[in-house]
C-alpha cells in the first residue's frame, strides 16, 4: 500500500492569504516527502472565494521542482472543463519537469458551477469526459491523430510526451466506479462515504473488471480525513471543529444521499442540521483519527474491509489548525503510522 497527502492550498474565508498558504504548502509538500509520504496531491475547484484551486497542474510543476521522489497527483482534474489536448500536454510537461512522477485523477466535477464559467451542459459531461479520457491516452502513446468526435476534433499529435504519467478515474457512485473498470483505469473514491458504502462500490468496480477483461489495470485508490495525535481526546479538541466547519458544508449533499448510500450508511444519512455532526458517531468507519496505535488499526480494518493500493490522506481542514500543527501532524503520520506498513 500506498500513502498520500492530500493539500488543502486555499486561505478562507476570502484567499487573502493565498501567497503565504502557497508558500506554506511548498513546505508542507517537501515535509511529506522527507517523512515517507509517496505522494502529495492536489484538487480542482473553480468560483471559489478561497482560493481552491483552479489550476492543479500549475500547482503540481511548482511542487515537482522542489521535490525528487513524491508522486504528484490530481484529485481530481475536472476533465469536462477543459480541452483534452491541452489536458494531455501540460500534463506531459509536468511528467517530464517530475521525471515521470505524474499521477492524473480525472473527474467529472461540479457542472453546476461549470456550465456558467466554461459553457458546458451537465447532459454531456460523461461523454465528454469519456472522449477526453481516449484523446488524452492517444496523445500520450505519441499517435498522430486526425479525431472528429461528439465534442473535439482535433488533428496532429504532442511533443513532449510524458514518461512515466499514469491516469485515474475519480467516482463518487456505483457508476463512477464502474466506469474506471470499464476503460481500465485506477478508482479514486471519496473521503465523505463509509467503509461500507465504499466497499460495495470497490466490490462492483473489481466485477465490472472481470466482466470487460481489465482487472490486470485496476487498482483502489482511497481518501480519508484524519489526525493523528496523543488521543481522541486530542484529536477532537485541536481538529474536529475545523473538519465539523468542513462537513457543515456538505449538509445539502448528506441530506440528498441517495437510498442506496442511506441504506449502508445510516449516520450519514440522519444528518439534517449541523448539530448532528457528532465526533463519535461521524469518526466510526469514516475517519483515521487517534493516535499513532489507533490510527494503524483503523487503517488494517479499512484495507481488509475494502482492499486499497493508495490511501491518501486529508489531514488539514481549510481553516486549520495551523502551519506549525500540519506539519507536526505530517511528520507524526509519517513516522509512526506509515512506518508500520513498510
Not at 157 to 176: D, E, F, N, Q, T
Not at 257 to 269: G, Q, T
Not at 327 to 342: D, K, N, P, S
Amino acid at each position: 500500500m500506498k500513502f498520500g497527502l492530500l493539500l488543502i492550498t486555499q486561505d478562507p474565508p476570502r484567499a487573502k492569504g493565498i501567497v503565504r498558504r502557497w508558500q506554506e504548502v511548498l513546505q508542507i509538500a517537501i515535509a511529506a516527502e522527507e517523512s515517507g509520504f509517496d505522494g502529495v496531491f492536489v484538487p480542482e475547484h473553480h468560483m471559489a472565494e478561497d482560493g481552491c484551486l483552479p489550476s492543479p497542474l500549475v500547482g503540481l510543476a511548482a511542487i515537482a521542482a522542489r521535490t525528487t521522489r513524491l508522486e504528484l497527483g490530481t484529485a481530481a482534474i475536472l476533465l469536462p472543463f477543459h480541452h483534452p489536448i491541452h489536458v494531455a500536454e501540460d500534463a506531459a510537461m509536468v511528467d517530464v519537469i517530475s521525471n515521470g512522477r505524474l499521477r492524473l485523477g480525472c473527474g467529472l466535477g461540479n457542472l453546476d458551477v461549470g456550465a456558467a464559467l466554461f459553457g458546458v451542459d451537465r447532459d454531456s459531461q460523461v461523454a465528454r469526459l469519456e472522449e477526453s479520457i481516449d484523446l488524452i491516452r492517444r496523445a500520450w502513446a505519441g499517435e498522430e491523430f486526425d479525431h472528429r468526435g461528439e465534442h473535439f476534433r482535433t488533428t496532429g499529435r504532442i511533443s513532449p510526451l510524458p514518461i512515466g504519467a499514469k491516469m485515474w478515474l475519480a467516482g463518487m457512485s456505483a457508476v463512477g466506479a464502474r466506469r474506471a473498470a470499464r476503460l481500465g483505469l485506477p478508482w479514486l473514491s471519496d473521503p465523505l462515504h463509509n467503509t461500507a458504502v465504499v466497499a460495495c462500490w470497490a466490490e462492483a468496480y473489481r466485477r465490472e473488471g472481470g466482466e470487460h477483461g481489465t482487472s490486470d489495470h485496476l487498482g483502489v485508490v482511497m481518501v480519508r480525513d484524519g489526525w493523528v495525535a496523543d488521543s481522541l481526546e486530542a484529536v477532537e479538541r485541536i481538529w474536529w471543529p475545523h473538519a465539523r466547519a468542513d462537513f457543515s458544508a456538505r449538509l445539502a449533499y448528506f441530506q440528498a444521499a441517495p437510498r442506496a448510500v442511506a441504506e449502508r450508511d445510516p449516520v450519514l444519512a440522519s444528518m439534517r442540521t449541523e448539530a448532528d455532526l457528532d465526533f463519535e458517531r461521524h469518526r466510526t468507519d469514516r475517519l483515521i483519527v487517534g493516535s499513532p496505535r489507533e490510527c494503524i488499526g483503523q487503517i488494517r480494518e479499512l484495507d481488509r474491509v475494502v482492499g486499497m493500493d493508495y490511501l491518501i490522506m486529508r489531514l488539514r481542514m481549510p481553516s486549520g489548525p495551523g502551519f506549525d500543527e500540519e506539519l507536526a501532524c505530517i511528520r507524526r503520520f509519517g513516522t509512526e503510522v506509515i512506518t508500520a506498513f513498510r
